[in-house]
């Protein structure tokens, strides 16, 4: 009797198990192509694809939720999400409120202008207007060698919550410059009239984050962008996205 229910269980409860199996509220910031951008009103990019096929290896579903991503760690900590996958760079102060992953890609921070204009890398000193999006490597790189030095007025610094009001503004003339992640100001170039006239070499890697402590999950991501990485399909996702 008991281990005709106990066959039942292994035998039908575990693939439904499968098929319903647990979801992971997964946080991003949806204006950061191709990581993460909106097309067909649907979430796709690269960390979308990433985090879908660590689903499919290990057994999870995934939920994808738009925030900005100055929300996306108070969203972790307090348990709104489960995982972040947002193109966040691994940062020592970052590393202290949550755990990373380890890396899958890597970038610098650049400097985007508009096509028609003559601005090179002095843009980033003087009276010009500089747009970064809020709480970003890129925010604090501008904090801490433009705004905090005087080199740039604290007041021509402008933070968006999202890249694509940046770019709007940006082609509209209402900044001179976005100080951003080259491997998205490389996207821009290809759908708006904007150009790349400067690296920032920050050297950063780009990792995906669950709450401090949170061994199990982090560990199961883990695993799953080594087989990612083995198998080849992480390449696959990068030659997709960034070539
Ligand atoms: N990589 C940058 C950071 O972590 C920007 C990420 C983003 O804007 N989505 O701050």
Excluded: C
Excluded at 159 to 185: C, E, H
Excluded at 204 to 232: P, T
């Amino acid at each position: 009797m008991f281990k005709r229910a106990f066959l039942f269980f292994i035998a039908v409860l575990t693939p439904l198990l499968f098929v319903f199996g647990v979801t992971y509220k997964v946080g991003t910031e949806a204006s950061f192509p191709p990581f993460e951008y909106v097309e067909n009103g649907q979430f796709v990019g690269f960390d979308i694809d990433l985090i879908r096929e660590i689903g499919k290896l290990k057994g999870f579903n995934v939920e994808v939720i738009d925030i900005s991503f100055d929300s996306l760690i108070p969203s972790l900590t307090t348990g709104n999400i489960d995982i972040i996958a947002a193109g966040m760079t691994i940062t020592e102060d970052r590393q202290k409120v949550v755990d990373f992953t380890i890396p899958y890609y890597s970038g610098d921070q650049s400097i985007l202008v508009r096509k028609d204009s003559d601005f090179d890398i002095t843009v980033l000193f003087g009276n010009h207007k500089i747009g970064v999006q809020t709480g970003t490597t890129g925010d604090l790189w501008v904090t801490e060698h433009l705004s905090d030095k005087n080199i740039i007025p604290k007041k021509n610094i402008t933070r968006y919550d999202t890249f694509n009001f940046a770019v709007r503004d940006l082609v509209n003339k209402n900044i001179d410059a976005i100080v951003l992640d080259n491997p998205v100001s490389e996207r821009f170039t290809k759908t708006d009239p904007v150009k790349i006239v400067g690296i920032i070499k920050t050297e950063e890697s780009y990792g995906m984050a669950v709450k401090k402590g949170n061994k199990e999950l982090l560990n199961l991501l883990n695993s799953g962008i080594q087989e990612l990485q083995k198998n080849g399909k992480l390449d696959e996702l990068i030659e997709k996205y960034f070539k």
